[in-house]
């Protein structure tokens, strides 16, 4: 019985022996399928860090060469271009050229006293990063107020800086004759003026186009005239007989309305004649297919050049150097003036000048004109002519 009982717990313990080895044998088996599944996600994670390593080093290497001087600035390249020199399709022009090369700008057009002053008024809270197409007398006001960026373009050493300031604030790329258009058909050579002081005379009443006197055309033309009257005694500098020649030229002529189409009076013979700046003739007469005459007297006509300039508080220097340099090189100038006309500052620009450009500037030469006494005094004499002639 004892020897029954015995065999019968060793034949049991022998089956929960044989249990537990067969209820274990499950727990051997996951490792083969864990370590497939588990392998399979480090070599995923390896390629995801070194796809995004090499994505990396080339940002970081194109930023660098910026730093450089003349490099390429990286990033946004939208400037802010004031200018007097806009109108006919300038503007429009220089946004879509600039942006082939890279350069996104937005521009403001107004004539040149009005832009000045616009400049001046926003000097604590500057919008512009540069401006281009003002004359000296109107820069000097800018530099006097601190307001200008001393540089040199790439091409300074190319033009002739006895355009430009002497102390490197700004520089020349635009040489502009002004002058007296008229229409042939209505005025013959004969009957045409041979000098502005001529349009004081009676025989022209109504019969030509002043431009807005807070442009650069007008009061540079104005200033012609009046500094041939100086007298240290005199309202301002000039004598009276100068007063009387300049109330006369005001009050015979007719000052351009904004949005006028003075070339289309002048085409129509509604007022034949009209002051212009020498690439805007060419233009138009391109442009309208009509030819005009202008008159070139024996005391010359006044010259202004159209200069480029930084601001101080230009928040894109580096950019704004970049375009001045690609503005004023000769390669620009001379597709600017094969456009518009222009007489370009840049003497490679020049050779590849329009015929029509290089027989304007042979037909007329420069007025001889004491600059520093016109800044000195254009404020006071235009705040008359706008007071006291103007009806």
Known sequence: MNGRKGRLCVFVLIALIVGLMVACAPAATPPPTVAPTSAPAPATAVPTKAAVQPTAVPATAAAQPTAAPKAPVAGDKTLIVYTNSGSDGRGDWLKERAAKDGYQIEYLQLGAGDLTNRLVAEKNNQIADLVFGLNAMEYEKLKKQNMLLKYEPTWAKEVDMAYGDKDGYYYPIVVQPLILAYNPK??????????????????????????????????????????????????????????????????????????????????????????????????????????????????????????????????????????????????????????????????????????????????????????????????????????????
């Open 186 to 391: 209505f005025v013959s050579k004969e009957t045409a003026p041979k000098d502005w002081t001529d349009l004081s005379k009676p025989e022209y009443k109504d019969k030509y186009g002043i431009l807005a006197l807070g442009g650069g055309t007008a009061k540079t033309i104005l200033a012609g005239i009046i500094v041939r009257y100086a007298d240290p005694n005199g309202k301002y500098g000039i004598s009276d007989k100068g007063w009387e020649v300049i109330k006369s030229f005001i009050q015979n002529g007719h000052i351009v309305a904004t949005g006028e189409d003075y070339w289309g009076n002048a085409i129509s013979g509604t007022r034949p004649m009209f002051m212009m700046w020498g690439s805007g003739l060419l233009q138009n007469e391109k442009d309208r297919k009509v030819d005009f005459d202008f008159m070139s007297p024996d005391t010359g006509v006044p010259f202004v050049v159209e200069q480029v300039a930084i601001f101080t508080n230009s928040k894109k220097t580096a950019l704004a150097k970049e375009f001045v340099d690609w503005f004023g090189s000769a390669k620009i100038q001379s597709e600017w003036s094969t456009k518009f006309g222009s007489t370009p500052a840049h003497p490679e620009a020049l050779k590849n000048s329009a015929p029509e450009v290089k027989a304007l500037m042979a037909a007329v030469k420069p007025q001889k004109i004491d600059w520093g006494f016109v800044a000195s005094n254009i404020d006071k004499w235009m705040e008359k002519i706008e007071l006291e002639y103007v009806k």
